[in-house]
């Protein structure tokens, strides 16, 4: 069980880091790029389909790789790209076994984690970002509006 407003005061952390980054010149990039995104959307909805019937097929014949108990809703939830939290409180709802979905999504947080950087410094490859940075200076009467238009809302 985790704590709710301890979960919710995270998500709006990071909410707010992420929010930071949208200029007007990435929002117009976006806009640009609508059709990739798209793209994106779909194949990580058939990729996370297709992960957790193998997941479930794996796991629910005998042999090593057998975990009794294995519901599809489980390996379903356990499969997609990202969203780890989401997933297990989505799991949660519907009746999963948070625990494995929790431990699935580590793994390849762990994995993504630890291949990637070393796979990047090894192939010479890096990144190149394009977009202008956002804005370096906080408006402090502007955060504060901002926070008591949220206390108002909630």
């Known amino acids: 069980a985790s704590a709710l407003p301890l979960r919710n005061a995270g998500q709006w952390v990071i909410g ?8 007007p010149q990435v929002l117009d990039m976006l806009l640009g790029l609508w059709w990739v995104i798209s793209l994106g959307i779909l194949w990580a909805l058939v990729l996370g389909f297709l992960a957790g019937a193998f997941l479930y097929n794996l796991h629910t014949r005998p042999g090593l790789m057998h975990i009794p108990g294995v519901t599809r809703l489980t390996t379903h939830f356990a499969s997609p790209i990202g969203g780890a939290s989401e997933m297990t409180i989505l799991g949660d709802r519907f009746g ?18 630890l291949i990637v950087p070393f796979g990047m410094q090894w192939s010479g490859m890096h990144g190149l970002d394009m977009s202008l940075p956002g804005p370096r200076v906080v408006a402090w009467p502007g955060l504060a509006l901002w926070r008591n238009r949220l206390k108002k809302m909630n």
């Open 16 to 23: 707010g880091a992420l929010g930071l980054y949208f200029t």
């Open 96 to 113: 999963a076994q948070t625990e494995l979905i929790a431990a699935a999504h580590s793994l390849r947080i762990l994995m993504v984690t």
